[in-house]
C-alpha cells in the first residue's frame, strides 16, 4: 500500500480497536495493515492465510470425493459396506491390491472356507 491509496474512516468500538490492536501486535503488523488484512480475508478466504488455502482446498477435495462416491454407490446400487471396500480397494497401491488378492483367492480355495 501506498499514501496514494484511498482511505476510509470508520467508527469502531473501544473495545473492538482494543482486539485489532492485539492482533496486529500479535501478528507483528501495524494497525491500519491488521484491519486491511482483515477486510481482504474475508472478502476472499484465500488471502487469509496462505496455509488456510492449502487446507480449505483438501477440505474441499475430500468433499467432493465423498460426494462423488456417493454418488456412484446409489447410481450402481451399492449398500454402504461395498461403498467403503471399493473405496479402501481403490485406495491402495498396486502391489497392497495383488497382496489382498492372493489372501481371498487363497482364503476362497482352502477347504476349510
Known sequence: MTK????IHVRISEELK???EREARESGRSLNA???H????SLNPLLAEPGKAEIDINKALILAKAILAEDERRRLGYDENEA???????????RNKE???SLFTSSLLSPDS
Open 4 to 7: 496514494r491509496d484511498p482511505m
Open 34 to 36: 491488521e484491519v486491511v
Open 18 to 20: 482494543g482486539i485489532l
Open 84 to 94: 467403503q471396500m471399493i473405496a479402501l480397494w481403490r485406495d491402495l497401491s498396486p
Open 38 to 41: 482483515r477486510i481482504e480475508s
Open 99 to 101: 497382496l489382498l488378492l
